[in-house]
């Protein structure tokens, strides 16, 4: 949306602090585009999405999903990669902290007339009439309790985990802990392939890191909408670490420069070294690391 676009970071804050305290369903504020978790309700965004983290770690053809489980971390405003998966020979958890998928099934219907046009062989879903239906044809499971859903995985029964812009949103408190139940999870020759973006999700800056602790953390701002963790790339790589996991980063993306004076910046962020406040994102592969003889 043009008029969103030139709305400035701080009157989005201003904005979403507002609405999100609305009694309104979120399908309503996804419909105006007011709030948006991500770009997997594209049907084109998201098979590519899917295939991007598929070929990363190896799953570069057809056959070599068959009779895998995969977790998408964060589907967002749908459970595209589902059908996506089941395309392929594969079983699907979906996790999210709450139900936004779209429930309207003329859009699954546009997917699987994309799959079947790269070949791809589908289930007849026209019969369908429900988005638990669509799932439980396509062999899925829809967990939206967060990280009180992936406790309730079961040890070494998921063979690829993968998530889009979707691992700065996680609570700041609850990041290690998530981590440590994606390595539970994780068989023990899985792999886990995410794409983090740490600009803010304001005006793809880092206007977030203006605010204190205290403040940024508190519910009021943690529940409004434009939430980002701000865990910095090297705290990020140590806490995977901590959680089990070898770390392969395939991917860093920096600015130039940083696209905010230090002087702006909370006490907490100034003085973090300039070659790690310019990481605006990165692809990374995690794997179980193996155990010294």
Not at 241 to 261: H, M, N, S, T, Y
């Amino acid at each position: 949306m043009r008029f969103k676009q030139k709305i400035p970071w701080w009157g989005k804050i201003a904005t979403k602090l507002v609405l999100s305290r609305l009694p309104v369903d979120y399908k309503y504020w996804q419909r105006l585009g007011l709030f948006k978790l991500g770009y997997m309700d594209d049907v084109k965004y998201a098979v590519d999405v899917f295939k991007s983290h598929a070929d990363s770690v190896g799953l570069n053809s057809i056959d070599k999903f068959a009779g895998k489980t995969i977790l998408e971390l964060g589907p967002g405003d749908s459970v595209a990669s589902a059908l996506i998966a089941k395309a392929c020979g594969a079983r699907t958890i979906l996790v999210d902290v709450g139900p936004f998928a779209k429930r309207h099934l003329d859009y699954y219907r546009s997917l699987v007339v994309q799959l079947e046009s790269m070949g791809l062989s589908l289930p007849e879903i026209n019969s369908v009439k429900s988005l638990d239906e669509l799932l439980e044809v396509c062999d899925a499971r829809y967990l939206t309790a967060g990280l009180d859903s992936l406790r309730k995985l079961q040890d070494d029964s998921v063979d690829f985990i993968f998530s889009q812009a979707v691992l700065e949103h996680i609570r700041k408190g609850e990041f290690l802990c998530t981590q440590q139940e994606l390595a539970r999870i994780l068989k023990r020759d899985g792999v886990c392939s995410h794409e983090v973006d740490l600009r803010d999700h304001l005006s793809n800056n880092l206007n977030n890191l203006r605010f204190s602790d205290h403040i940024w953390e508190s519910e009021f701002f943690a529940n409004s909408g434009f939430y980002t963790n701000r865990i910095t790339f090297e705290q990020m790589l140590e806490m995977f670490r901590r959680a089990g996991f070898d770390v392969e980063v395939i991917e860093v993306r920096r600015w130039d420069k940083l696209p905010l004076d230090r002087r702006h910046l909370d006490r907490e962020f100034r003085y973090i070294p300039e070659e790690i406040l310019t990481v605006s994102g990165f692809r990374v592969l995690l794997r179980h690391c193996v155990s010294a003889s």
